[in-house]
C-alpha cells in the first residue's frame, strides 16, 4: 500500500509549480493568524491524547498494546479529514518486562524501588548477589579500573540537571545508554544506575541500554531517586553493601508494527512534503500520556484544522505515526529507506515529541535563505507569548533520519522543566496534561505548519554547521 | 520492667513540691528562649530520621522490620542522655501484604496501580473478576440500594480537599475505614477506592479498613489517583466496566512488639509527667520517613537537648515511641491502660505525628487555668514565626487514649498541605524532608516542653467542651 501512495506522489512531483516571491505574502500571515487564533479558541488535542490512553494505554513496541494502538489509529483517523491514510508495516524488536525486584542484602535490608532497563537481559533464575561499587558519574566509572570493578555491582549515581530546554536529558542520558556497556567491559556482573530524570518522587525510569560491539550483556536497572539516595547512605558508613538483583526480561521475537501515513493532499504543489511527526508507541510502565499522546493529539489536531479549511494547502501536509521510537527508532528508518528510495521531497520536518509543556520559541535549522519565512513564523507565533529562537535545532528523534539525510527541520520548544519529573515512568498519564496549554501549542504547530505549507519560499537543506551530538549520548 | 518504673514513679509522688505562682516565671521563659535559639542553631533531628530510614526502613507492626525498629531505638536510645529507658511488650496484629494485581478486562484492558488497604483480607486464587459500579462519595453509596450494588465491585471516587492543617483528611479517610463495610452490606464482592490523598501521582495509598460487628469483610484496595481517573474515564463512557482484582493479603498470629519509655527524670517533681509521643512503626510501603521517622527525630532531639542542659527539669520529660498506630493503635492503649492502673500522673502531652511541615501555630486543649501559660508558651514562639493557635485541639492519634482520661494537650500545628501528598505510600522517604525545617520544628517542641516541663501552673484537665470527631472518620 505504501508503494502505491509514493507511486502517487512521484508522480505529481512530476507536474510544474508557479515560482512566486521568496517571502511570505500578508494574505498568507493573515490566514496563519487565523487558523492560530482559531486552535487557540477551540481545538481540542486533550480528547485525542484522552482516547489514546484510555482506549489503548500502554503500547511498547511489539506488544499487543503496540498493535492496539495502530488499529486505535487507523479508525480514529476517519474523522480527521485526510485524502488518505496507509499503513507502513515495520518489524520492530518485542521485549518483556517481567519481573524485577531489587533489594539491598547487607549491611541493612531494604527492598528498593527500580526497573529493568529497556531490551536488556534478565538475571539467572536464582537472582544475582554482589557488592556495590558506586561511581558519580560514568565519566568516573569510565577512569575506573578493571580491579575496582571486576565482580561487582556498579552503582552509577549521576544526577541530572533541571532545564527548560531539556538539554540535562542528552548529557545525563549517556550513563544509561553506554553505563552498562562500560561496566561490563571492566569486569561487571550487573549495573545499577539512579534514574536518569529530574524528579525526588519514588519512580524509577526505564529507556533502552546498548552494549558495545562484542561486549557481553549484563542485566541492567534503574533505581528511583529516593532508591538511589538510599543505596547512596548505606555505601557512604563505608561498610560493604550487598545487593540482590533479580529480573526476568526477556527478548521475544521480532514482531510487526506500523508507521501510520495520513495526507492531506497538497492543491499546487502535492508532491512537496511538509511531515508532522509523532510516534505511535511508548513505553510499558505507564499509558505514555506526554511520550507521546501529546504530541500524536497535537499534530492529529493541527491536521484536523488544516483539512477543515476553506482552501487545502499548496504543499501536501503528511502526518507519520511513527512506530518504535522508543526502543529502537525502527518506525523512522524504514520510513525514511522508503521515502529516499522513491525520491520523495520533503520541503522541512516538524516533530513533536517534548511534552506537553508550554511553547516557548521556535527554533529552525533551515537554509540560510529561508530565514526571513522563519522570522515571518516567529511574528505569527508572539501574539502567543512565544519568543526568538536560533537556527541550531537538531530536532527529534523521529525525523533526525531525514535530516541526517538533509532535510531542514523547524521544533516548537515545549518548556521541559518538569517533562522529566515523570517521562519513561509509571507516572506519565494523562492528569498531568493541562488542556490550555495543549491548545496553545496547537495554535503554534498549526500556524507555522500552514505557513510552510503555502509559503514559496523552499526551505532550503539542513545547515552542515549544526554542531552534531555526541551519538552515545543521543536518548529517546 | 514496666512495674519497676512505674513503682519507683509512685514512690516519687509522695514527696511534697513547694507551690509557685500560676504564671511562667521571666527567667523560665528566658530558658525556653535560649533553649528554641540552641535547637534552632545547633539540633540535628535529621540525622536521627536518616538513622531510621536507613538502618531500619519499613517497619509495618508485627514485622521483621518492626522488630528491627525497636532493636534500632534501644541501641540508637543510648546517646541521648536519658535516665531510664524501658521497653512495654506490646501484643499487636500482624498482617501481611503480599502481592496485588488490579486491572481493568473490558472495555478497554489497562493495568492499573493499586495496593490493598490495611489489614483487609485477600482473594481466592484465581482473583475476583465483576463489574464496577461507581460511587461519586461515600454518602452517595450510602444511599444506594443493594439492588445497585449486590454482585459488583464498589467504587468510591471522592476526592480529598487540600489543607494547611490537614482537616481534609479526616473527612477523606472514612470512605477507607468504612467504605469497605458499608459496600459489603449491601452485597458488593469487593471494594476500590480512590486514594486518600492529594497528590495526582501514580502512588497507591494504604491505611486500614474495618468492617462492622457482622458485616462479612471483602477484599478492599485503594488506586493511585490517575488509576481512579482512568477507571471513571472508562465508567463515563456508559460501556460495562469489568475489573480483576487479585491479593494474596492475609492475617498473620499476632506478633510481639513494645513501646519504649525513655524518661529524663525531673528534679523537684518527678511524679508529674510531660509525655512526649510519636509512633516507632510505619506503614510497610516505604521507609516512612514523614509517618513517622520525622516525629521520633523531633521527640528524641527535644529530649537530648534537655537532657544536656545544666539543670533537669523540675518534672520528668517521657518520650514514649509507641508500637503499632498504623494498624490498630495498640500501643497507645496498652501504655493508657498500665498507666491508669499506676495512677500516673501526666500534666500534659505533646504529639509529633504530623509530618515534617514547617509549624505554624500552637494549639491546645487545657483547662482554663492554664490558658495563660498558652499564651507564654505563644510568646517564646513567636519568634519563629509561630502565631496565635486555639483550645481546640483533639491530638493526635496515640495521645487519644490519655485525652480520653482527661490529660490535657498541646499541639504544634504543621503545615500539612503537601504531607498527603506522600503520607502512606511507597513515597514516604527522606528525600522530601528539609533539615532546616525539622530544625525549626525542633525549637518549637523544645522551648514549649521545656516550658511545660517546669512551670509551676498545672494544665488542668482536657476540655470537655471539644467537639468529638466522628469516629468513623478517625484515621490514622
Known sequence: M?????AALTLFSLSASPAVTAEPSEALLREAAELRDLALAESDAWRHAASLSTEVGPRLAGSS?????????????????????????????????????LRITAPWPQPLVGVSLGLTIGTPADGIEAPVVRFESLAALEAATSAMVRGHIVFIDEKMERTRDGSGYSAAV????????VASERGAVATVIRSVGTSSERFAYTGTTRFAEGV????????????ADMLARQV???????????????QLPPARSANIIADIQGATHPEEIVILGAHLDSWDLSTGAQDNATG?????????????RERAPARTVRVVLYANEEAGLDGSRAYTAAALEAGLRHVIGLEA????????????GVGEEALPVVEAMRGVLAPLGIAGGDNATRGGADLSTLRDAGMPLLRL?????TYFDVHHTVNDTLDKVDPETLRHAVAAYAAVTWIAANVEEDFGAYPETVPPVDPAASGN
Open 2 to 6: 505504501y508503494r502505491r501512495l509514493i
Open 65 to 101: 498494546g503496540d498493535r492496539a494502538a495502530v488499529a486505535w489509529a487507523l479508525a480514529y483517523l476517519d474523522g480527521f479529514g485526510f485524502d488518505t491514510v496507509i499503513p507502513q508495516t515495520v518489524t520492530v524488536p518485542a521485549w518483556e518486562r517481567g519481573e524485577a525486584e
Open 174 to 181: 549517556a550513563k544509561r545508554s553506554r553505563g552498562p556497556s
Open 216 to 227: 557481553r550483556p549484563i542485566p541492567a536497572f534503574a533505581l528511583a531517586a529516593p532508591d
Open 236 to 250: 557512604a558508613t563505608g561498610r560493604d553493601v550487598l545487593l540482590h538483583l533479580y529480573s526476568t526480561a526477556r
Open 296 to 308: 500524536v493529539a497535537i499534530v492529529l489536531e493541527v491536521a484536523r484544522l488544516i483539512a477543515a
Open 353 to 364: 515529541d517534548a511534552g506537553a509543556g508550554r511553547v516557548y520559541a521556535l527554533n529552525s
Open 413 to 417: 520548544e515545549h518548556d521541559m522543566s
